[in-house]
């Protein structure tokens, strides 16, 4: 079962879907972890550990998702609240 998403996470997700494809065919991105948060694209890590452990530091009141870049019958979902 997946995690309740808020409205600001689930505008993330969609921003990362949106943008998905073109990301997946980057050979700097595929196969990495992004931070997404304000319909942006904050950070690519080459760790899903790296990318959260950015993200909870630098954004500890912010609503992100961290999101591996891989084809969409790839994907692997995590949700992972961010505690204020």
């Known amino acids: ?3 309740d998403l808020n409205d600001k996470q689930n ?9 998905r494809d073109d990301w997946v ?5 595929k196969n990495k972890y992004a931070i ?3 319909n ?7 760790t899903f ?5 950015e ?11 961290v999101q591996e ?4 019958s790839e994907v692997v979902n995590f949700y992972y609240p961010a505690l204020v």
Do not use: C, H
């Not at 505008?11 to 943008?19: G, H, K, M, Q």
């Not at 065919?25 to 991105?29: M, Q, R, S, V, Y």
């Not at 942006?40 to 080459?46: E, T």
């Open 1 to 3: 079962m997946l995690a």
């Open 11 to 19: 505008e993330a997700l969609a921003y990362f879907e949106s943008n």
């Open 25 to 29: 065919k980057n050979p700097l991105f």
């Open 36 to 38: 997404i948060r304000e």
């Open 40 to 46: 942006a694209l904050a950070g690519i890590f080459d």
């Open 49 to 53: 550990e790296a990318a959260i452990t």
């Open 55 to 65: 993200a909870v530091q630098k954004y500890p009141e912010i609503d992100f998702i």
């Open 69 to 72: 870049i891989v084809s969409d």
